[in-house]
Nanobody, 122 residues
């Protein structure tokens, strides 16, 4: 069993930055962040594998950075240049996908955190 606990959400003005954290009890093959805007489906944001390779959704490239600190058992998502479209719940996820490239489709996600709310005002 793996537990994922997110923190760091909050309210910020457009153009601002936030850093989300996800504490995990065990590092799996792939970990990542997903975003669910109000009234929309959950979508992949960024993923990182055990070797530190990363993948990003096209809309987040250049604005978001995923990283992990194995010593602290913590996954991070540094978000910058935030816009109101980034508002929503952010979920930490972990699993063993058959393909790293598919993880952002939620393929292979075995565990989810409870989510943390991010609100970006214009």
């Amino acid at each position: 069993q793996v537990q994922l606990v997110e923190s760091g959400g909050g309210s910020v003005q457009a153009g601002g930055s936030l850093r989300l954290s996800c504490g995990y009890t065990r590092l799996l093959g792939c970990m990542g962040w997903f975003h669910q805007a109000p009234g929309k489906e959950r979508e992949g944001v960024a993923a990182i594998d055990r070797a530190g390779n990363t993948r990003y959704a096209d809309s987040m490239k250049g604005r978001f950075t995923i990283s992990k600190d194995n010593a602290r058992n913590t996954l991070y998502l540094q978000m910058s240049s935030l816009s109101p479209e980034d508002t929503g719940m952010y979920y930490c996820a972990a699993g063993y996908p058959s393909s790293f490239e598919r993880f952002l489709d939620a393929t292979g996600v075995g565990y989810w955190g409870q989510g943390t709310q991010v609100t970006v005002s214009s």
